[in-house]
């Protein structure tokens, strides 16, 4: 059981250059996020899905689309890649069935932008 | 509305004493609380929720959380400190009823000292 899975751990990239991040679950939840964490920042929502075919705006969303085609999958891209965006981006997944269900974690990308 | 306040963004103690990490939020609905740890280059994991009831929850690692209303508190303890606690500690808050969409604070990096 692999729970949240993100594909890349690392990459470095180019001013300009575009990008795409996988998550993938295997545990049928139906919330997914994306998130990105800078220091002293803590984590900030970039958006997030309700389900298969939905997205949301998060509280950062500038510089990034993403899409949910499949359930198991949330994509986070970037179409034209900036410093600013040098990040550590998080995904995460929640079954809101039941009362306050935390949310599922992925490792991690660590993201570079030159 | 919702927002988490994590006093200190680091805090240091020696091996064996309490550790104490603050967490205010505000919320114009009933909160569900949780506080999560990260380790270096990893994701979130739970550490604690509070739902319900009992004030007092108790979580992995022999941390607890006491639940305040009246003071809008959620502060994590530990009676006496390991050296593998040392990491990052967010405290997060999601509104009852339906919303899934919580709020995190800034963190707080756990320095324990041999």
């Known amino acids: 059981n692999a729970g949240v899975t993100q594909t890349p751990k690392f990459r470095v990239l180019k001013t300009g250059q575009s990008m795409t991040l996988l998550c993938a679950q295997d545990?049928?939840?139906?919330?997914m996020y994306w998130y990105r964490q800078d220091p002293g920042m803590g984590l900030r929502l970039i958006h997030y899905s309700v389900g298969e075919g939905t997205t949301a705006k998060g509280e950062v969303p500038d510089g990034y689309n993403v899409s949910r085609l499949k359930k198991q999958n949330f994509l986070l891209g970037l179409e034209s890649a900036a410093p600013s965006q040098t990040s550590v981006y998080f995904c995460a997944t929640l079954n809101p069935a039941g009362t306050n269900q935390p949310q599922h974690f992925g490792d991690g990308t660590r993201l570079s932008i030159l | 509305a919702q927002s988490v306040t994590q006093l200190g963004s680091h805090v240091s103690v020696s091996e064996g004493a309490l550790v104490l990490l603050r967490c205010n939020y505000s919320?114009?609905?009933?909160?569900?609380l949780f506080w999560y740890v990260q380790y270096p280059n990893q994701g979130l994991q739970l550490l604690l929720k509070y739902t319900t009831g009992a004030t007092l929850v108790k979580g992995i690692n022999g941390f607890e959380a006491e639940f305040k209303k009246s003071e809008t508190s959620f502060h994590l303890t530990k009676p006496s400190a390991h050296m593998s606690d040392a990491a990052e500690y967010f405290c997060?808050?999601?509104?009852?009823?339906?919303?899934?969409?919580?709020?995190f604070g800034r963190g707080t990096s756990l320095i324990v000292h041999p």
């Open positions: 919320s114009s609905v009933p909160p569900y």
């Open positions: 545990m049928n939840h139906e919330y």
């Open positions: 997060a808050v999601s509104p009852s009823g339906g919303s899934y969409i919580p709020t």
